[in-house]
């Protein structure tokens, strides 16, 4: 029953050492998203995905990656993870919006996230 | 996308009807107010959204004012499973991201 999927649910790591993180769907849907949420925070956008069109936020980190090789995953790379990295981070899924009425909005559908902790 | 504001904490009696204010004084006409929530340790939900006509559905109601300056959701029968950060979103339907705000986390007290 598992819509959006991601591995690993916790995840600790080296300063400065490379990381990926992955997510899947079984929704066929076009859109997906990477959010950030430090602690206590509200999450926050990275970037996403339109198709294959790659949408970057204007204060998402360099440090920062995205691949979308198909579909149904995305995947989530940090090249060199600081101690400001550590946070929860969500994936999310969408049907493209369309471009009328409120008959056109789809519900955004989340992962349950990955618990980044970098030592 | 226009900001909103709302409360940080409220409490609310099992049982009881929650009423989650939400006030976004600068939105056009063009934008849409939606709830999400989140629960402890778990993604953001969808819960619902409206123009400018109330709206209900199985999880809650939402209720927008005339001028659309202000709404509030409403849990009818709130639950212990409602404990949650109830986050309102003001944007554009043909907008695909979500700016999250500070939201209302709401304890739902036995």
């Known amino acids: 029953d598992a819509m959006v999927i991601q591995n690993p649910r916790y995840q600790v790591t080296q300063f400065g050492k490379p990381v990926t993180l992955s997510c899947s769907q079984t929704l066929n849907h076009n859109v997906m998203y990477w959010y950030q949420q430090k602690s206590s925070q509200a999450p926050k956008l990275l970037f996403h995905?339109?198709?294959?069109?790659?949408?970057n936020e204007a204060d998402t980190p360099d440090n920062f990656q995205s691949r979308r090789p198909n579909t149904s995953f995305c995947f989530l790379d940090i090249r060199s993870p600081g101690l400001g990295d550590a946070a929860m981070y969500l994936c999310?899924?969408?049907?493209?919006?369309?471009?009328?009425?409120?008959?056109?909005?789809?519900?955004?559908?989340f992962g349950p996230g990955t618990r980044l902790t970098v030592l | 996308d226009a900001k909103t504001t709302q409360p940080p904490s409220m409490d609310c009696a099992e049982g009881r009807a929650a009423n989650l204010p939400c006030n976004h004084s600068?939105?056009?006409?063009?934008?849409?107010v939606y709830w999400y929530r989140q629960i402890h340790s778990q993604g953001p939900q969808y819960i619902i959204h409206g123009l400018k006509n109330n709206e209900t559905n199985e999880m809650a109601s939402l209720i927008i004012t005339e001028d659309r300056k202000s709404s509030t959701l409403i849990l009818p029968h709130a639950t212990l499973r409602d404990t949650a950060v109830y986050y309102c979103?003001?944007?554009?339907?043909?907008?695909?991201?979500?700016?999250f705000g500070t939201g209302t986390r709401l304890t739902i007290i036995p």
């Open positions: 995905y339109y198709d294959k069109d790659f949408n």
């Open positions: 600068t939105i056009s006409g063009n934008e849409y």
């Open positions: 999310a899924t969408s049907r493209s919006p369309g471009t009328s009425g409120t008959s056109s909005y789809n519900e955004q559908f």
């Open positions: 979103i003001v944007r554009v339907a043909v907008n695909e991201k979500l700016t």
